[in-house]
């Protein structure tokens, strides 16, 4: 233990964000790092506990009350290591986690768990400073070819496993850069983008293989590929959005989520858009969704300068700090105030959209909504009804519909011959391997609409699979650390 004392003789510390005023006038990141002191101190506030239940919540399995005790001997290359040893990309989770394995931490009902996201973004940061972050090629290649189809976290995840376990691995990417979600769907103010394109060298130099613009299913032959590696992983997110169908859904201005947040990361690196630009400056703004997405959108106005922002939800306003339908150590359900948030715009819940109106031009000018409420029928599920005589119009020059997805885009998979589930998603055994023998999946598009932490667990967890698959042995791919188990007395 890092210090049997030290929960209750340090508080609770997070990160300094910059000033409002400063920061919605650009795109660098939000928080100013941590002095080292601080961050060591927080570190002690760990108790090990004989059930590790961070380490539980945590998808990726990471050894927290292990990294802690070594942060706070000012062991920082022994904790980066045993960091590195469940987790490819810390610098990742740090930056978009939203952290279950806080809300996992014995400390987290007495509302002050251990910072466990920022002690993991720092011993990270340390160890890209001090020069620990190298590439680790395989001494031994195996002669097999993995070919990965989609460079977001899972496969980027999946190909640095399989690169150090001596496969040649080709990760092909259908858009002009790699890194899928976090290159072009997690906003600069998130997450700049340098960690991603650092550890992209990193990956090069350890022998992996990158093709960009390789749209496999049509500029790129699925049965070619499939000829030319030994196992395919799809890990090719779950990008097909979730829409509304009702008037005026067809107006100017009517916007999906996710081109509005890859316009301006495009513009981040430089691009222009002409007639096609989607912007919110100067307009009346409106956010339908309640979660990351819609979030990003409304820090993404307010650097547009947007004249007003309303985000609109569909679900009821949740409690504020304690939800008994989420009992600890369960994610709570709970209201989320982001940086965003604290930024400015407004929220209202318990909207259900039913019209968008335009003007003769035919550009939104406005949505129409009514308020719902919530209940459960006979079997338990849960149901919305509208509130009769709770109409309301707001004026709006943009919408952006931040609503989810509902799985892969299904061309790749019919072409490949792959059969889906119930939910759309790509469907796969207890070892990722899909219907067809030697085509694999991981992330969202076999999981469902997720989070990083899960895309990369998915990641190292096929790869592990593909490996044994390939070698016909026992995979020597670290697999996730479970728990441990409690102690139990034994009598004399």
Request: hydrophobic fraction near 35%; charge should be neutral.
């Amino acid at each position: 233990m890092a210090d049997p004392r030290g929960f209750l003789n340090v508080e609770r510390q997070t990160p300094t964000p910059r000033p409002v005023h400063q920061r919605i006038k650009d795109y660098k990141e939000l928080y100013q790092p941590m002095p080292v002191e601080s961050i060591r101190s927080q570190a002690s506030r760990c108790m090990d506990c004989g059930v590790p239940f961070c380490n539980a919540g945590c998808p990726l399995g990471n050894l927290i009350p292990d990294w802690n005790d070594l942060l706070h001997r000012d062991r920082w290359r022994e904790a980066l290591k045993s960091l590195h040893s469940t987790n490819n990309f810390p610098e990742f989770t740090g930056k978009t986690c939203p952290a279950p394995c806080e809300a996992s931490c014995v400390l987290a009902p007495t509302g002050s768990p251990v910072t466990i996201k920022n002690i993991e973004l720092a011993i990270i940061e340390k160890g890209w400073e001090e020069g620990w972050v190298e590439p680790r090629p395989p001494a031994q290649e195996s002669g097999r070819s993995v070919g990965i189809i989609g460079s977001g976290p899972a496969g980027l995840a999946a190909a640095q496993q399989l690169r150090r376990a001596g496969h040649a691995v080709t990760v092909y990417e259908r858009d002009d850069r790699l890194g899928g979600l976090l290159t072009y769907g997690i906003p600069d103010f998130k997450m700049a983008k340098y960690h991603v394109e650092r550890r992209l060298t990193q990956m090069e130099a350890e022998g992996v293989s990158f093709v960009t613009n390789a749209d496999v299913g049509r500029n790129i032959d699925p049965d070619e590929l499939r000829t030319r590696h030994d196992a395919l992983l799809l890990t090719v997110g779950a990008t097909r959005p979730r829409d509304l169908d009702i008037p005026g859904r067809h107006l100017k201005g009517v916007e999906l989520a996710m081109p509005f947040l890859v316009q301006q990361n495009r513009r981040g690196f430089g691009e222009s858009f002409n007639g096609e630009a989607v912007l919110a400056t100067g307009k009346n703004v409106i956010i339908i969704g309640g979660g990351d997405t819609a979030a990003d959108c409304l820090g993404t106005c307010h650097r547009q300068q947007a004249r007003s922002v309303l985000q609109l939800d569909y679900n009821p306003r949740p409690p504020e700090s304690e939800n008994p339908d989420t009992p600890w150590p369960l994610w709570p359900k709970i209201l989320r105030v982001t940086p965003a948030h604290e930024e400015g715009g407004r929220r209202d819940w318990q909207i259900k959209t039913v019209q968008f109106v335009g003007d003769e031009r035919g550009h939104v000018r406005q949505l129409r909504a009514v308020r719902v409420q919530q209940y459960f029928d006979e079997a338990g599920e849960r149901q919305f009804e509208e509130i009769h005589g709770s109409e309301l119009s707001f004026p709006c020059e943009l919408v952006l519909m931040a609503v989810g997805f509902t799985g892969p885009e299904p061309e790749l998979p019919r072409r490949l011959g792959l059969a889906l589930n119930e939910n759309g998603a790509v469907s796969c055994d207890g070892q990722y391997m899909t219907s067809v023998p030697g085509i694999f999946a991981a992330g969202d598009c076999r999981r469902g609409q997720s989070l990083v932490v899960w895309a990369i667990a998915e990641g190292r967890e096929s790869a592990r699979s593909i490996d044994q698959y390939l070698t016909g042995r026992p995979s020597q791919l670290k697999a996730r650390e479970r728990p441990r188990p409690p102690a139990v007395a034994t009598g004399s």
